[in-house]
């Protein structure tokens, strides 16, 4: 069957349809539907699972520093618990819309089954340009949004961690909200500042397992780390951290970007310049290296001729008006869904590898769990046994999708929705309808 529209089951199910003007839960889903199809699941439970549980869409009314009251629109939306309590981000960003949001929550319920933490998947955003806000209205938004959602939060419940735009600070005021309202409780929230009950080596995390699997992936194609060029869009949580671990890897970082522009070495970046650059002016621009690097369009880090293209800005940034233009042979997805489907169909074509989103950048959710599990036990890790269990965790993630594709010879974005798909249906029907 090719991914029919089955409004005849339900009157809200997305078109999977491959087309170019797709939306990112219609994307989402045109993978789920692929996958019903090569694990054989029951359709009823595919469409259970397809649409989410639940959306909560909030006003957040926020006192500007001038008196003057605005109000942003928020969503929490929750796809799937079948497998354990609803997990996935906030992102604070002015395309968060309900689509993106599903989507985002939506890949969450995959990402977790793939790297198999005993998670759901949900996500929040509220729509809103972090840039127009002082650091009071951050805050003064975020402990607004967290009240407005607090009713569907709890660390069985629902646990919230950061996206674009939030970070460890920002998580350190949803837990100090969600504490006047319902008492002490740092599990509600990953992503925290250490002395809030954080995990060590969580910041790094998400960047770090997206080199990961890349060694991994390397490793089978007998290709060296060493003489790989890399290309990065996107230098913040994930981007950077990324950056870092890669250069400690040996790989040669030639290009990275932010909204604004792309820095483009051929001898290779100097990552922690680049850092104490980015942590003290925020951006790319004015970052100096003597007189070699040189500084293109925002865009042309698409384009660039390296081996390893690794997006960790935003979606669709890799669609079909530049497929065409991708020269790099293997893509990491470090953001969300930066391929979109019908530019990923003409990359397979071309021979170019995609390692998915829902492998690659599972590295935060996996220590986002380990978090949890930290917070439940009253314990801490010491940063070293994070980070062993987070490589090994992503390595054997690895290997579940690379032999899942070896054995019925598909991509791997392919192979991974099926190892999570057939997953969840199996948890959802064992779980019966309640
Ligand atoms: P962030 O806000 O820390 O950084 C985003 C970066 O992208 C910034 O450097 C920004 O300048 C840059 N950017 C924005 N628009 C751009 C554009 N058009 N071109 C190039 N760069 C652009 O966000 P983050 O937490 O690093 O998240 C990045 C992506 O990774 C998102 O898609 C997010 O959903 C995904 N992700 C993040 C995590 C995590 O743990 N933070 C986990 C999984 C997935």
Redesign the pocket.
């Known amino acids: 069957m090719a991914n029919p529209v089955d409004t005849d089951m339900h009157p809200d199910l997305p078109d999977t349809r491959l087309r170019e003007d797709m939306t990112a839960f219609e994307a989402v889903n045109h993978y789920v539907e692929r996958a019903g199809e090569i694990g054989d699941v029951s359709r009823a439970v595919l469409t259970r699972i397809r649409m989410p549980a639940s959306e909560l869409r909030v006003e957040v009314p926020v006192r500007r520093d001038d008196g003057e009251i605005a109000t942003f629109v928020g969503y929490r939306v929750q796809h799937n618990s079948a497998r354990g309590p609803y997990k996935g981000?906030i992102?604070y960003h002015p395309k968060a819309d309900i689509d993106e949001v599903r989507a985002?929550a939506s890949l969450m319920t995959w990402k977790t089954a793939v790297v198999d933490v005993p998670f759901g998947g949900a996500k929040g955003g509220v729509q809103v340009d972090v840039g127009t806000l002082s650091p009071v209205e951050k805050e003064r938004l975020t402990r607004a949004y967290t009240r407005a959602i607090s009713s569907i939060l709890g660390d069985h419940r629902d646990i919230p961690?950061?996206?674009?735009?939030t970070d460890a600070q920002t998580m350190a005021w949803i837990v100090d909200e969600y504490a006047q309202l319902q008492g002490w409780t740092p599990g509600v929230v990953t992503g925290k500042p250490i002395p809030l009950g954080g995990s060590h080596g969580r910041e790094a995390?998400?960047g770090r397992g997206c080199i990961v699997v890349l060694d991994e992936l390397l490793h089978d194609q007998g290709r060296d780390p060493e003489e790989m060029t890399l290309a990065i869009?996107?230098?913040?949580?994930?981007?950077s951290w990324a950056a870092r671990h890669a250069h400690d890897r040996g790989y040669r970082i030639v290009a990275v970007?932010?909204?604004d522009r792309t820095l483009w070495c051929e001898a290779g970046l100097d990552i922690e310049a680049l850092h104490r650059h980015t942590d003290e002016h925020g951006v790319l621009e004015g970052f100096e290296q003597g007189d070699h690097v040189d500084e293109l369009a925002?865009d042309d880090i698409v384009s660039a001729a390296v081996d390893v293209l690794l997006p960790?800005?935003?979606?669709g940034?890799v669609h079909p008006g530049n497929a065409a233009d991708v020269r790099c042979s293997v893509i990491v997805e470090?953001?969300?869904h930066p391929v979109t489907p019908v530019a990923d169909a003409e990359l397979a074509d071309r021979g170019v590898t995609v390692i998915p989103d829902i492998l690659a950048?599972a590295g935060?959710?996996m220590t986002s769990y380990f978090e949890w599990v930290q917070n439940l036990q009253q314990l801490t890790w010491r940063r070293d046994d994070v980070l062993r269990r987070l490589d090994d965790g992503m390595r054997a993630a690895y290997r579940r999708v690379r032999d899942r594709a070896a054995v019925d010879g598909l991509a791997m974005r392919d192979a991974a929705y099926a190892v999570a798909v057939t997953k969840v249906c199996e948890a959802t029907a064992l779980r019966g309808t309640g």
């Open positions: 981000g992102r985002l961690a950061p996206d674009m735009h995390a998400t869009q996107g230098f913040g949580n994930v981007g970007s932010d909204a925002s960790a800005a935003i979606g940034v470090g953001a969300n950048n935060g959710v």
